[in-house]
């Protein structure tokens, strides 16, 4: 009997600013939250079920909200898309945030949010894939150490709730002048 596994593997990668590559670090993440089950089952079943925000209140996800969901943040927007932070706790299931978000903008310790793009599913043996990707740009004068990655997708036209999360060990130092760009990358793998 065959099984599918689902996975939410993620790559980074750094290039200095003059797009040279400095870094590039990839991986399986164990990183789907409670949240993330909250809304699939939202998907394909009744719905109903509560999920916790960004910001700590408790909402309930329901079906009509499924119509409604957005990962594809414009330039500036740090409350939802890929957002990246300097955070190193563990991953727990109930996670809502990130643990210290990193926010939008061009000075020291801040990083300049781009848009988040999306390819469209593809099929190479047994795994369909698509990938999630922003950039980030460190436009201040000293250097940004990233230890964790987020997911957040909008729902409605207010609401923020975090579905994944990737803790990175080591942390991904982004340099003055230099550009991250962070992938997620949702996998099923039918073995």
Not at 14 to 35: F, H, M, Q, T, W
Not at 36 to 43: D, G, N, R, S, W
Not at 94 to 121: F, R
Request: charged residues 20%; negative net charge.
């Amino acid at each position: 009997m065959k099984k599918i596994v689902e996975t939410l593997e993620w790559e980074a990668t750094v290039k200095d600013k003059n797009g040279r590559i400095i870094k590039k670090v990839s991986g399986k993440g164990d990183s789907y939250l409670k949240n993330y089950m909250v809304l699939h089952f939202a998907l394909i079943g009744t719905g109903g079920e509560n999920a916790v925000d960004t910001g700590g209140n408790t909402v309930a996800i329901n079906k009509a909200d499924c119509d409604d969901v957005y990962v594809d943040a414009g330039e500036g927007v740090d409350e939802y898309g890929i957002v990246v932070g300097t955070g190193t706790d563990d991953n727990l299931p109930g996670m809502y945030n990130l643990q210290s978000p990193i926010e939008h903008g061009d000075g020291d310790n801040l990083l300049h949010y781009y848009g988040v793009s999306l390819t469209a599913p593809t099929v190479s043996d047994s795994n369909v894939l698509y990938e999630i990707s922003r950039d980030f740009k460190n436009n201040g004068s000293v250097d940004i150490t990233v230890y964790e990655a987020g997911l957040i997708v909008k729902i409605g036209t207010a609401t923020y709730v975090l579905i994944g999360r990737q803790v990175i060990s080591g942390g991904i130092s982004v340099p003055a002048g230099a550009t991250l760009t962070f992938k997620f990358k949702p996998k099923i793998t039918v073995t």
